[in-house]
């Protein structure tokens, strides 16, 4: 029988599909503890998922010194600007689902696809084609109409 090897589409499209179904998760959830409150226990879940993940690979032993000693200073600030800035989006994402509808807050939220168009040909010499650009435009534009409409 043939090993199933998927590409990076099919791992981002999952991602879509878990980050909708997050919204709504959320959403409900939230209402019954404050959002802070919300993000703490959602990381507490993706925490203690990792853990059994690093576990089941074989890959938990030893983690801490290998990670300080095999990894560069610059990998290691770079992760914990990652973290960091996850925490923050996270903390504003359970914010904004708390006080507005899921089907507007999520749209928003996917405005980070411009950003990241943005942020990547700025800072990492990223480029996009005319077609490229066009499609960030129009998921603008679409995050725009879902958010703000009446």
């Not at 499209?13 to 919300?38: M, R, S």
């Not at 509808?101 to 939220?109: K, N």
């Not at 084609?129 to 534009?141: D, E, F, K, Y």
């Amino acid at each position: 029988m043939a090993q199933f090897t998927a590409g990076w589409q099919v791992w981002a499209l999952l991602a879509a599909v878990f980050a909708a179904l997050t919204a709504i998760f959320a959403k409900v959830g939230v209402e019954g503890v404050g959002p802070d409150q919300a993000t703490f226990l959602r990381t507490l879940v993706i925490s203690s998922c990792l853990l059994l993940i690093l576990y089941w690979k074989g890959e938990l032993g030893g983690l801490a010194p290998r990670v300080l000693v095999t990894h560069s200073g610059k990998s290691l600030f770079f992760l914990l600007l990652s973290g960091l800035a996850t925490a923050a989006s996270w903390i504003c994402y359970f914010r904004a689902l708390d006080l507005g509808q899921a089907s507007q807050v999520a749209p928003l939220d996917k405005m980070s696809v411009v950003f990241v168009a943005i942020f990547g040909g700025l800072f990492l010499g990223e480029q996009l084609s005319l077609l490229g650009w066009l499609g960030v435009a129009m998921i603008a534009g679409g995050a725009a109409l879902m958010a703000f409409r009446s």
